[in-house]
Each structure stands twice: as C-alpha cells, then as structure tokens.
C-alpha cells in the first residue's frame, strides 16, 4: 500500500513525495482514512511509528476547505512538551506547503503578545502546550467553541508531567460535537479513563504491544561493580568513565545520554567535553531559544554527543539516530521505552547501552516486566574501569 491508496490529496501526495517518503507506516494506513472520515481515533503506538503524519496529514486535506476565523482556532492539537509542538509544527510546514492553512504555536518561552497577535489574524491549527493555552485563553487571547478537530498526543507523558488537569479543563471548554484522536505509547487505567471519557465510538489503533521496545534496536546492559555504595562520587566517576569507554568502543555517529536529574546532565558533559567529546547539554532550565538552537545543531551533525533530561528530549524526531545512552536508569519503565525509542527509526539499526549498578535492580526489574524481555548484560572486563573489552553475556 502506498499514500496514493489513503484517499489524501493531490496537494498532500506531493508534499510527503518531496519529504522522500513512499510507503505508509501501519499507524498511517490504520489511522488516515478513519480520520478522513471522521471517526474518532484511540491510537496506541509507541514512539518511532509516524504517529504525528498519521493526523497530520488527514488534517490537512480536512481543514483545505473552509476558513479561520480571528480568535477561533479550527483545529487543536495539545502536547505535553515544547519540542514536540515544534515537532508538530514542523510536520505542518513540511507537509502543508501546497495548501495556504495557518497555524499557531502556543508555547512557554516566547512571547505571549506575538502569539496573541498571531491569534488575531486566524488560524487553521493551533498546536499548544495545556499551561500556556490556558494563560492564553485566561486572558482572552481565544476562543476554543469553533474547534473542530482535538487532538490529545502522547497522553502518557501529560499524565507524568501532572497536565491531566488542565487537559481536562481544556476539553470541557471545547464544543462537543467535535472529532478527538487520542495517542498515547501506553494505555495505562488513567489514560484509558480519559479516552472512554474524550471520545465517541471510536476506531481503536494499536501498532505494537503497550510499552514494548522495537526489535530494530540492540540493547545492551552495563553493570557497573562497586564495593562502597556511599562512595557516591566514585559511584558517579566509574559510570563517567564506562561511558567514555563504551563510546570509544563504538561507532557512534550521534547520541542521545540521558540523565535522571540535571546537574548531573551538566556533569557528564563536562566530563566528555574534558575528554575530547562533541556535546552539548538539553534540559528544562535552559532558555526556549537555547533548547531550540541546540536541538538544530544536533539535527544537522554540529553536535555528535547530546546529554539531555528526560523530558528536554522528549521533542527529539531523528531518523537516523545511532546511539542511545542511560547513565542513569530511568525511575520509571516506560521511560525506558521513549529513550531507547528515538534510536532505531524509520526501518533503520539502533544501540542502546544502560549503566546500572545493583541498586538499581527493582528498576531493572520493573522495565523487564512492562517490556516483557530481559535487557542483554554485557560484562566490563579489564584491570580498571578505563580499559575494559565488551563481553556479550547473553545474545539480544
């Protein structure tokens, strides 16, 4: 099956051709036609899968027809992250550039009057986050009574940053003849609340079981032995020097190194940048156009190392990404699943490495459980944690 046999328009047909694509992921050939129908929309997929062109461009086909009016958006699309609005913006462009549709993008860190001014004109899409829409709409910068399509992305991760409030606020303002499409990459009980709550008879999409990993991506397991676990410091420096090594045992054409708390995010880049490394940090207390620059100069190869929190990366949409990176073990499973997920995209190999020591079993254990495989151990071999060979203990 190919985008030509979706029902998706000449205008759109073009603009994916020119994006370099031809076949559909099974995400966009589930989703597209019900959404060009009309029917609400339950996806669950986790990340990698082209979930966002799966709504992007129906809405484009949809929203070519009819106009937007000053302060009354047509369509919204809430997500829980700034770089990923970006990202949705960026989809828009890409695939919008036949057809004259207007958008907003609602986000913290830039300026509310320009986005006001913006919103006076008339836009066709309004991609925001929940707490700036909300600021927005408190001030009676919009409307939101003539939106016609909602779109709830990545509700998984509104539920971990504590939006579900405000997404519920946001919907109770919306008219409810309306169409939804709810994704989220794991349907926990909460998450499936609200979906029974938000939508109507709708067309349920699952691409891959809830929270498993992709087979495109190796995986590999360091356990990094200590004998003083109050020796934090140590700790923390045989896990920067394993990092280094293992580096410097691979290809790594580019990386993502994910930290649990962001001093720690500084230090580790610290520490390669001492030993030669091309990186750059991305974390929640960096400015907006900071985060934005940085995120570009990754995307075009200025920046080989990205040591990044969690949610900073969250926006992060590269196809050829070779490497993934936990210093830390994620303190919860499913983040395991969205790190390790932005390598091994788009058909193509990944390699994750996650550094452990025992401490860290129950949370080793929780992942095993929510993904249903053991992550492949690897042993540190050598007479010091600076010259080691990588032994495969057990095949992936």
Known sequence: MSFSDLGLSEEVLKAVSDAGYSDPTPIQKSAIPHVLMGRDILGCAQTGTGKTASFTLPMIDILASGRARARMPRTLILEPTRELAAQVAENFDTYGKYNKLTKALIIGGTSMDEQTRVL???????????????????????LLNDVKILVIDEADRMLDMGFIPDVEKIVSLLNKIRQTLFFSATMPPEIKRLADAFLINPKEITVARPATTSKNIEQHLVMIPHTNKRDLSGLQKAKRDALRQIIGQE?????????NRKRDVEIVH???QKHGYNSATLHGDMSQP???????????????????????ARGLDIDDLSHVFNFDVPMHAEDYVHRIGRTGRAGKTGRSFTLAWREDEKLLDAINKITGDEIPLVKL???????FDIVVLSAP
């Open 120 to 142: 006076d004109k008339g836009v066709d899409v309004l991609i925001a986050t929940p707490g700036r829409l909300l600021d927005l709409f408190d001030r009676g910068g919009m």
């Open 251 to 259: 290809t790594v054409k580019n990386a993502l190194i994910f930290c």
């Open 270 to 272: 610290k520490s390669l």
């Open 290 to 312: 900071a985060r934005m620059e940085t995120m570009a100069k990754f995307k075009a190869d200025e920046i080989a190392l990205l040591v990044c929190s969690d949610v900073a």
């Open 381 to 387: 071999r050598g007479s010091s944690m600076t010259t």
